[in-house]
């Protein structure tokens, strides 16, 4: 095995750092400030508990919710939604396990990650796109959450509240709950990663309780699981439904891709590779499964009893006859929202854009940014259409990020073989300047895995012919293309690359694609 470099303390468990002094002397470099610093192993102390309750506080919100319903009011039935559902989170827990061993192993969070392979300036390619996908989601979850505390004001107050006069589209009382859900976020998120992290553990336990209620209300109006289940759903199990499932699929897929690429935001503060690994296996599929069932019979046990597929749960509690049932339900939703937004919405584009400018945006500006232009984007207009919803919004960005993930994963896992400078992270006369801070193989396997995947994107505000023709079929697959697409073509370019320049690698150092083990 390769010697390990002066700079670097390999622990038993595997886990490396830098030693103190080689940190403080990364202090002038434009390229680090302390949010972006590995971790040092003292305080890497998050457990399996922490990582389990961080996903049931992700996994347990409205959007969620609403993406399992939605599949119920797209034609399907109740076996086949929760058949989609449950694919596509196994689908993308690998990646998602794949790209966090970087974390918990150096520290080091997505944006930094990214600079073994993109480069130290091309990094910020897949950060701000990253960044910038999380800040729609970060409105979406907002707009949700201040419909959810409209409807609670509006079974409390009455009708003035409900009622009231409309502004730009909406009752100037919706705008109001918005901008309150809006500010209280970001309060939370001014406190930094710390605050996020208590809030996720005592808001884990309780996420759950205002879907149940949900569902329990149904059962009991619809008279039992009998009249939900027995429901054959439109599409039945020919063409019809699979025309929708690729598509669908890949919705499910893109909409835990984007912490696919980030979660070493989060497992950087892992106590070992055990800890995280059992913890996100334990989190993300049993809190996702849970969350779809819900959604499924709930959506489905509205349709017995409203006649009509509502897909967003506040509409469908507002038509709840009991106001106590409304009002417990939907301030049990509110609190899920908050903990699956800051944690899944927050953290990521606040290092993002803490990466594009280190030392002028600290970790809480950078949550601001990302509460500005999750305004900007009108997350009203994408949450309005469960086809604009999966088709467009999720469709796309999944294709994009499929193409990022799979740069990181062959990077880390093929090129790197999982070792990494830390040091060189950080200054621009390290191995992962490339040329001018850019790697050209990262950017061209990126474009080659995001064109084969949205190319022929189709459907909502992109032509039915699609926006490239021949590559339509590809777009119902658009993360699996672009995350195989993006895979080959860094993994060739990359071994090629390694064989041809390894003679000119500074000789004071050791290439870490070239060390094994």
Not at 54 to 73: C, K, R, V
Not at 84 to 96: D, E, K, R
Request: with cysteine.
């Amino acid at each position: 095995m390769a010697p390990t470099p002066a700079d670097q303390r390999v622990h038993d468990d595997g886990r490396v750092e830098l030693d103190p002094a080689d940190v403080r002397s990364l202090e002038g470099s434009r390229f680090f400030n302390e949010e972006l610093a590995p971790v040092p192993v003292e305080k890497r102390t998050w457990t399996t508990y922490n990582y389990f309750a961080l996903w049931m506080g992700m996994a347990h919100n409205i959007p969620s919710y609403a993406l399992a319903a939605s599949l119920i009011a797209l034609g399907m039935n109740w076996v086949q939604a929760l058949i989609t559902i449950t694919i596509g989170n196994l689908v993308v827990l690998v990646p998602m396990l794949l790209n966090s061993h970087a974390g918990t192993k150096y520290g080091i969070p997505f944006p930094v990650f990214a600079r073994a392979f993109y480069g130290l300036r091309g990094a910020n390619l897949a950060a701000l796109l990253r960044a910038f996908i999380a800040c729609g989601w970060f409105g979406i979850q907002t707009w949700v959450g201040g419909e959810a505390i409209y409807v609670i004001l509006g079974r409390l107050l009455g009708s003035w509240w409900r009622d009231s006069p409309v502004v730009a589209g909406q009752h100037w009382t919706l705008w109001l709950s918005f901008v309150v859900f809006w500010i209280g976020q970001l309060l939370i998120i001014w406190r930094g990663m710390e605050a996020v992290r208590r809030f996720e553990n005592w808001t884990a336990p309780l996420v759950s309780v205002g879907f149940l209620i949900m569902l329990g209300y149904v059962l009991v109006k619809a008279g039992g699981l009998g009249p939900i289940l027995s429901d054959g759903g439109k599409l039945g199990w020919g063409p019809d439904f699979w025309k929708v499932f690729a598509p669908s699929l890949m919705a499910m897929i893109a909409f835990w891709s984007t912490l696919s690429l980030n979660m070493p935001d989060f497992t950087r503060f892992g106590g070992s590779q055990r800890k995280q690994v059992r913890g996100q296996i334990l989190g993300l599929p049993t809190t996702m499964t849970f969350i779809a069932i819900v959604a499924i019979l709930t959506t489905s046990g509205g349709h017995v009893l409203y006649g009509e597929d509502i897909w967003d749960p506040a509409q469908l509690a507002d038509k709840f006859s009991s106001p106590v049932v409304v009002v417990v339900a939907l301030v049990a939703l509110v609190l899920a929202t908050i903990s699956a937004n800051l944690a899944a919405n927050v953290v990521s584009p606040s290092y993002d854009f803490s990466n594009a400018f280190p030392k002028r945006i600290t970790f809480a500006v950078g949550g601001g940014i990302t509460g500005v232009i999750g305004i900007l984007i009108q997350p009203w207009r994408l949450y309005s259409d469960p086809n604009i919803y999966i088709f467009a919004w999720l469709g796309f960005y999944g294709g994009l990020l499929g193409a990022v993930a799979g740069v990181l994963v062959a990077g880390y896992w093929v090129t790197a073989r999982t070792k990494l400078w830390l040091k060189d992270l950080y200054t621009p006369d390290g191995v992962y300047w490339f040329s001018g801070g850019w790697n050209w193989r990262a950017l061209v396997a990126t474009l080659v895995g995001a064109v084969l995947a949205v190319g022929g994107a189709y459907g909502g505000p992109f032509p039915d012919s699609g926006l490239i023709p021949f590559l339509k079929p590809l777009y119902d697959y658009n993360w699996v293309v672009g995350f195989v697409g993006a895979f080959v073509v860094f993994a060739a370019l990359s071994v090629s690359a390694n064989k041809e320049e390894a003679s000119e690698r500074r000789p004071s150092r050791i290439d870490p694609a070239a060390v094994d083990g």
